[in-house]
């Protein structure tokens, strides 16, 4: 299917039908895969993991390029190895240099979680150039944008996907964050409103308190707090909910109330326990100088 057909079906459609196909063949090892990639793409990290952990067993029967598709998502979220995942993506263009994928994968976490922003947007215009639908490819160039502090280029960006009518629910929050480097407050709750309508399982309000603690609104930073995790948890996001809490030990770490950053660090745990939510509890523990609690994370 092309990438414009893929926006067709939202994310809770396609993680229906993908688990109906392994239901319906248990062996199917790319529906595995792509059942891991959908995870992952809505933050539920630990679920990825096992998907894809289990494509990984079932490659043997897989096409050439489906085994480069499975091997870079088993490196991205099992192992976390995104040299590997680089050095899988660039064998694979070698390979296949009209295959938009490898491409794609490198405008992502493969380049943006080394810092490497220029080289991500570069693979994001490949894969654009290769494909104007790729929805992603427009959102991994505006994010990276946002990342180097550019956010009159996240709008141009957005206006690009904008005119192939490719614009998602899933660019709001960079919007809303390019908005906040502009300080513009009105477009800044315009696209809250909109994240809270489309989206709610606390997103906008995660925002909403990173801002007010960046702002200096303590009181106003924990209410939002609060709220984000009791959406996230209403809609059934465990996960999302536990990385909210990990933010917020982080915050009462870096405004020096250990005694709070704990409490929301054991919160956290308590709601999830995983790679990528253990990251910022541990981490917010550290900054508090309690490392009897974070070394054992």
Same mark, same amino acid.
């Given at each position: 299917t092309t990438a414009r057909n893929r926006q067709l079906v939202s994310p809770s459609e396609s993680l229906h039908l993908l688990q109906r196909a392994i239901e319906l063949d248990p062996g199917f090892?790319?529906?595995?895969?792509?059942?891991?990639?959908?995870?992952?793409?809505?933050?539920?990290?630990?679920?990825?993991?096992?998907?894809?952990?289990?494509?990984?067993?079932?490659?043997?029967?897989?096409t050439d390029k489906e085994n480069y598709f499975i091997a870079y998502n088993y490196n991205r979220e099992v192992s976390r190895n995104l040299e590997i995942c680089?050095?899988?993506?660039?064998?694979?263009?070698?390979k296949y240099p009209q295959d938009m994928l490898p491409h794609g *994968? #490198? %405008?992502?976490?493969? +380049?943006k979680g080394t810092a490497q922003y220029e080289k991500s947007i570069a693979e994001g215009e490949k894969a654009v150039a290769l494909d104007p639908d790729f929805t992603v490819g427009y959102m991994n160039i505006a994010e990276c944008y946002l990342f180097l502090n550019r956010p009159a280029d996240v709008r141009a960006t957005h206006?690009?996907?904008?005119?192939?009518k490719l614009l998602s629910k899933d660019h709001l929050g960079v919007r809303?964050?390019?908005? *906040? #480097? %502009?300080?513009?407050? +009105?477009?800044m709750d315009q696209t809250a409103a909109q994240i809270a309508t489309d989206s709610p399982?606390?997103?906008?309000?995660h925002f909403e308190s990173l801002v007010s603690g960046y702002e200096g609104r303590l009181q106003q930073s924990r209410q939002e707090s609060i709220q984000a995790v009791t959406l996230a948890r209403q809609a059934h996001f465990a996960e999302r909910g536990a990385l909210f809490q990990g933010a917020a030990a982080m915050r009462e770490a870096l405004y020096g109330y250990p005694d709070e950053s704990s409490r929301h660090s054991a919160a956290a745990r308590q709601l999830f326990e995983g790679r990528d939510v253990d990251f910022p509890r541990a981490f917010a523990l550290a900054l508090?100088?309690?490392s009897s609690a974070a070394l054992p994370i």
């Open positions: 090892a790319m529906a595995h895969a792509y059942l891991g990639r959908s995870y992952a793409d809505t933050g539920e990290q630990k679920l990825a993991v096992e998907s894809v952990r289990q494509a990984y067993i079932l490659r043997g029967s897989v680089r050095q899988i993506c660039e064998s694979w263009i070698a *994968f #490198l %405008s992502g976490l493969t +380049s206006q690009r996907a904008a005119d192939r809303f964050f390019a908005a *906040f #480097l %502009s300080r513009d407050r +009105s477009a399982r606390g997103d906008s309000e508090s100088r309690n």
